[in-house]
């Protein structure tokens, strides 16, 4: 399997774990904590889209990157480790992470030199991406996370985008030497494109060794 970020998780879990046991003391479910985390997504990225707001505002992507991905692993702790699995949850855990991605990428198709075809080609790739990875459960061979462009792969990319335009950015795009930044959808897309390969081949693979 290809290295992402996806593989440190498990430390990242660790650091969280105290905090996620005085949340279940506090009665926080993790339906909760994944509605809170979308509905933030999507504030953030309509905003960011449709205001005509300073592009020093697009600071607030990688910050809330960071923190999406701390409100991830909680909200699945909270179902895994304090008795809160549920088939909604599983339904909203999937389908909110999809919209989340797409409202936080929707910003940058209003930023030079960030073409708004390889915006909405990464929010498609990346949905492609997680219903592949689903897929995998289907045929018997578990949820897929094959990289190389995974979903923290891709907030690492964005929140990395974000904090560029807040520095640099000026009306109407970024100045004219960051002009190279319009490859990196592109890039993104086929290295998504090239992780959705990986998860099917291992699926695949997995489910065929699964029967044999």
């Known amino acids: 399997m290809s290295l992402t970020i996806y593989q440190l998780k498990p430390r990242f879990q660790a650091c969280l774990r105290p905090l996620v046991a005085r949340l279940a003391q506090a009665g926080v479910t993790a339906n909760q904590v994944t509605l809170l985390a979308c509905a933030v997504s999507v504030l953030i990225g309509l905003a960011l889209f449709f205001l005509p707001c300073s ?3 697009f600071g607030l992507i990688p910050a809330w990157m960071f923190l999406r991905m701390a409100l991830n692993a909680i909200d699945g702790m909270l179902a895994r480790e304090h008795g809160q699995r549920s088939t909604l949850g599983a339904y909203l855990n999937e389908l909110t992470d999809v919209l989340s991605d797409a409202a936080l990428y929707l910003p940058f198709a209003r930023i030079a030199p960030f073409d708004p075809f390889w915006v909405a080609a990464v929010a498609l790739m990346a949905a492609l991406s997680e219903m592949s ?12 996370y094959d990289g190389p462009m995974g979903k923290s792969d891709r907030a690492f990319v964005f929140g990395a985008l974000g904090l560029i335009v807040a520095c640099f950015g000026q009306p109407g795009g970024l100045p004219a030497a960051w002009s190279p930044l319009g ?3 592109p ?3 086929a290295m998504t494109a090239w992780s ?3 998860r099917i081949q291992s699926g695949v693979r997995a489910s065929h060794e699964r029967s044999h």
């Open 187 to 189: 890039a993104v897309a």
């Open 55 to 57: 592009l020093a505002w």
């Open 196 to 198: 959705i390969h990986n």
């Open 133 to 144: 990875g689903l897929q995998g459960a289907t045929v018997g061979a578990g949820r897929r």
């Open 183 to 185: 490859w990196v959808l």
